[in-house]
């Protein structure tokens, strides 16, 4: 079992930055891969970007260039820092952890709300 928190999230002006936090907790040696989705209404729930054990990095290729991920094993944490956000960046951010055994947990999610 793996319990994921986020924070972090909140308004914004198109052109500003957020960074999301999540960190977890339980099995955490067990983790294979951490990261963060997206869910606006009405739409399906979609990757934004993952980063494995290794370090190894995926991101979508909606926020590249204006997202990065980037882990703390230390701090059992993954954050997104979020740069030049855009009204459709708005959504809920849910972060995301696969274990070895490939499964999957899931934060409860945090608003992110992108508006003049």
């Known amino acids: 079992q793996v319990q994921l928190v986020e924070s972090g999230g909140g308004l914004v002006q198109p052109g500003g930055s957020l960074r999301l936090s999540c960190v977890a907790s339980g099995s955490i040696f067990s983790i294979n891969s951490m990261g963060w989705y997206r869910q606006a209404p009405g739409r399906e729930r979609d990757l934004v970007a993952l980063v494995t054990s290794e370090g190894t990095t995926n991101t979508a290729d909606s926020v590249r260039g204006r997202f990065t991920i980037s882990r703390d094993k230390a701090k059992n944490t993954v954050y997104l820092q979020m740069d030049s956000l855009k009204s459709e960046d708005s959504a809920v951010y849910y972060c995301?952890?696969?274990?070895?055994?490939?499964?999957?947990?899931w934060g409860q999610g945090t608003q992110v709300t992108v508006s003049a």
């Open positions: 995301y952890a696969q274990l070895r055994s490939f499964a999957e947990y």
